[in-house]
């Protein structure tokens, strides 16, 4: 059997997450989706003024202010995604310097159990790839290894991108905000994970070399699929706010974690540790979005063929 292209099970979690939110009507209309207007607004409920290129104010009590943009504000406008990233990659990556307390205990906790894991890793994957071979667990890492390349954003960036455009072109407000919020979040904690590739160099399981093998040009620490599904996992169980779809994000989310073991691609303590920072990634991505004031989106009007952008404002 070949393996599943990442893009159908991409596809199956946008279904799953649009059911959920919109049962029976349209996404818009969904009871769910109305409560969540603070989140897929940027925390918005009051709106300063909302406008596009046909110059016609939407039909909105809270909405003032009309007129055509130039397309000198359109190109502001785009070059303000590009600020936004600059701005939330800056406190992502100097987040230490601000760390409390809690915020230590939590990554001392984190690098004592890599450490544990780094002293068993040989153990614990040669257990993984006996249990390919079990009744039960073997279907399961048969399974992970059909749907692993969900975890390759070389296969699956393009999917993001095209949720990205279709949400912004069609006013999708979750499949744009989670679109967003993943590409983001890979580029982000993307860059950690090349720098400790360089930093520790350790060498993958299938090379031979055992598992204390460090700072020998190797690329296995941390693992790169682990980081990216669990950047997914996270982002979508957040959006989902459904306690089963949760479990079913981070379930695919670990098994193909257990699959990046048992093919021998990566240490225990490459995966475990991949999936804490792909966690804590995505979560501050989430939280630097809900508290930006302003969002400024495309929008496509089908009725009067008008497009253009509409400002979201908090104040």
């Not at 800056?90 to 159990?113: M, N, Q, V």
């Not at 069609?170 to 580029?187: G, M, N, R, V, Y």
Request: hydrophobic share 40%; proline share 4%.
């Amino acid at each position: 059997m070949g393996k599943t292209p990442a893009y159908i099970l991409i596809l199956s979690m946008f279904f799953f997450l649009h059911i959920n939110n919109s049962g029976a009507g349209t996404i818009q209309d969904a009871p769910g989706y109305k409560g969540a207007l603070n989140e897929y607004d940027y925390i918005s409920n009051s709106i300063l003024h909302q406008t596009d290129y046909s110059g016609q104010k939407e039909d909105n009590p809270e909405i003032g202010g009309s007129g055509q943009r130039t397309a000198g504000q359109v190109w502001t406008d785009f070059k303000n995604v590009f600020r936004y990233y600059i701005q939330d990659s800056y406190d992502i990556y100097t987040a230490p310097i601000r760390f409390e307390r809690r915020d230590w205990l939590i990554a001392g906790a984190s690098a004592a159990l890599t450490g544990i894991l780094i002293a068993f890793d040989e153990q614990i994957t040669d257990e993984f790839i006996r249990a390919k071979d079990a009744d039960i667990t073997g279907p399961v890492i048969g399974f992970a290894d059909e749907i692993e390349s969900v975890g390759h954003m070389g296969k699956t960036n393009r999917y993001y991108f095209a949720g990205l455009f279709l949400g912004y072109a069609f006013d999708i407000k979750p499949l744009t905000a989670i679109s967003a919020q993943i590409l983001e979040t890979h580029l982000i904690a993307g860059g950690i994970k090349n720098a400790a590739i360089l930093a520790v160099g350790r060498r993958r399981p299938h090379e031979g070399e055992g598992p204390y093998k460090f700072w020998d040009g190797g690329t296995s620490f941390p693992s790169g699929h682990a980081l990216n599904v669990f950047q997914v996992a996270t982002i979508l169980s957040h959006h989902s706010r459904t306690p089963s779809l949760s479990v079913l994000y981070y379930g695919l989310a670990g098994i193909i974690g257990v699959q990046r073991v048992s093919s021998e691609s990566h240490w225990p303590s490459d995966v475990f540790i991949a999936g804490v920072l792909g966690y804590v990634a995505a979560k501050a991505v989430i939280k630097l979005h809900e508290n930006r004031k302003t969002a400024i989106t495309p929008m496509v009007r089908p009725e009067s063929n008008a497009m253009g952008f509409r400002i979201l404002h908090t104040f």
